[in-house]
């Protein structure tokens, strides 16, 4: 059991927002740089963030294992080329157990409410465990943390089991049960493999079809293991490896879609090796460009979907009653038990309600205008003093979200090095550094498969803009944030003497 501190400080230099890889990393990262007077505020009941969270059957990264982990923290141990979930957190949990920072975490603290307080330079924050207040407030608190729920009519009032992807109920055996699962995104493709042999009979309704291509996923050998423990480098050329193999995609992506021609080819194939009849392939057989929402991974979804005991159903759903699902075409589907594998809520940052800047005005309401935007992903005119790690703008189709979070916090504690060495009390981003940090993005957007592939997407917000992915290579984004450009910020003097911060 992770351990926790009881009581919350009443200040601290600097407050972190969750306990995922992003807050995880951020802690570590403080610690390095000498910067320990830090609590790191968690509303679940330990470290792991989405991977502690995400529990459903099957859930494993798309991203291979050694670049889906720090770069500082390598782990010979993990069993497979992509990592199941419980393996994730466990590697979390150690890493947070070998960092000894562990005494600066407090679980089941959520954010109320958080100011900026010009006065003291302080943000003042409001948790469900006290007040704390803090020179610094640092985000990581997750893009994908907050379950979207489908707005079905009549779903309230659906007599079974129903749950979402991430908050599976454990309790709830599946095993010969008529089973539904809303959603044929990430989650959903690993869920049904999974949950298909157990069930008596499955439901998966699909609104767009996902391009899957095969998962080429490899068990490592105890003497790979002992290779990667013993060799040195070995681990290391293996993430450099991965690291530009999926760098790759880029282009595809953010410039020439037809360059994705190779990856639409292998999706295509999967399909055929997976499903023989030709009405079930040509439901799975996507109507836009590859690469315009996520493409995802697997070996084992299309055959799961020609299993008989699966249906695919590609109807719109018009309701949910007692005990079934009705479909546009009239037809009405019983089941048990009910799956919504819908995804999250993206485009808006869930914190960004409870954060308010020096205006009082909070991001959310800031960005309901003019869509999610900050400086570098990381700080917000108006929000002194406030850095988000994955904020605006820094999502990734192609590659390992750890590597951008890394970027983020060498820019964040260089921010910091600064700050202390020149006395600065409270930072922001100049307005014009912010817009033409954003219109840059957006300039680069115009031409992305994102925006031209002809998909709408979770990428996208409810203005059509995207205020989630990163349109660049992760190598550009980490040169951008290799260092704190204080010339792009106003800087003001600390008010108050170092040292009197009680
Ligand atoms: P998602 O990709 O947003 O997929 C949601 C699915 O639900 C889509 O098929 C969507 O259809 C459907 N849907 C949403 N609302 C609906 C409604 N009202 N009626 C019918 N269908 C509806 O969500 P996710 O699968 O949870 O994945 C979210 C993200 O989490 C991923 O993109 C990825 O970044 C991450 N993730 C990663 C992994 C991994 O590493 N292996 C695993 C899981 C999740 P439309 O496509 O038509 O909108």
């Known amino acids: 059991m992770t351990p926790s501190k009881t009581t919350l400080p009443a200040s601290v230099d600097h407050l972190v927002i969750g306990a995922g890889f992003a807050g995880l990393g951020t802690a570590i990262k403080l610690a390095e740089a000498g910067e320990d007077d830090f609590l790191v505020i968690e509303k679940d009941g ?63 603290t959520e954010v109320t409410d958080a100011r900026w307080d010009e006065t003291d330079q302080r943000w003042h924050v409001t948790t469900s465990r006290g007040e704390i207040a803090a020179k610094t407030l640092i985000s990581g608190s997750g893009g994908l943390s907050v379950p979207k729920m489908p707005d079905i009519d009549g779903i309230e009032t659906f007599q079974g089991e129903v749950f979402h992807s991430a908050r599976w109920n454990h309790d709830v055996d599946l095993t010969g049960k008529r089973v539904a699962v809303i959603g044929t995104g990430a989650s959903s493709i690993q869920i049904v493999p999974t949950i298909q042999p157990d069930v008596e009979h499955l439901d998966v309704y699909q609104r767009t079809a996902p391009y899957v291509i095969p998962r080429n996923e490899h068990r490592y050998s105890g003497v790979e293991q002992l290779l990667f423990k013993s060799v040195p480098g070995l681990q290391w050329a293996l993430r450099t490896g991965i690291y530009w193999a999926r760098e790759l995609y880029v282009p595809g992506f953010v410039w020439k879609p037809a360059l994705a021609a190779p990856a639409k080819k292998l999706a295509l194939g999967n399909i055929a090796k997976g499903i023989k009849d030709h009405g079930l392939r040509a439901k799975v057989t996507p109507d836009y460009q590859i690469g315009c929402k996520r493409i995802l991974i697997s070996n084992t979804y299309y055959p799961a979907l020609a ?21 546009a075409d009239g037809v009405e589907r019983p089941i048990d038990v009910l799956i919504v594998a819908t995804g999250f809520q993206t485009t808006e940052q869930p914190i960004a309600e409870h954060i308010r800047g020096r205006d009082g005005a909070s991001l959310s309401e800031i960005w309901a205008s003019q869509g999610m935007a900050s400086y570098k992903g990381t700080t917000t005119r108006g929000f002194p003093n406030l850095f988000q790690v994955v904020g605006a703008n820094t999502g990734l189709a192609h590659t390992s979200m750890i590597v951008m979070i890394e970027a983020q916090l060498a820019y964040i504690v260089d921010a910091l090095k600064t700050m202390r060495a020149e006395g600065v009390g409270a930072m922001e981003p100049q307005q014009a550094a912010q817009d033409e940090w954003n219109d840059d993005i957006q ?18 917000d409810a203005h059509g803009k995207n205020v989630t992915l990163w349109p660049r290579a ?29």
């Not at 550009?476 to 911060?501: C, H, M, Q, V, W």
């Open 474 to 502: 992760t190598f550009t984004f980490r040169r951008l944030l290799s260092s704190f450009d204080a010339k792009n910020y106003d800087l003001e003097p600390a008010r108050i003497i170092e040292g009197a911060n009680a």
């Open 443 to 460: 300039r680069r957007m115009q031409r992305t498969v994102w925006n031209t592939g002809g998909c709408s997407s979770w990428y996208l």
């Open 46 to 108: 330990g470290i792991g963030g989405t991977w502690r969270v995400n529990t459903y059957p099957g859930a494993a990264c798309d991203v291979p294992s050694q670049l889906y982990s720090f770069s500082f923290a390598p782990n010979p141990n993990w069993s497979m080329s992509f990592s199941p979930q419980p393996e994730i957190e466990a590697y979390l949990v150690g890493l947070a157990q070998k960092s000894g920072t562990l005494d600066r975490f407090a679980f089941d």
């Open 307 to 327: 299993a008989d005991n699966v249906e695919l159903v590609t109807d719109s759903i018009v309701k949910v009653t007692g005990d079934a699902i009705v479909t």
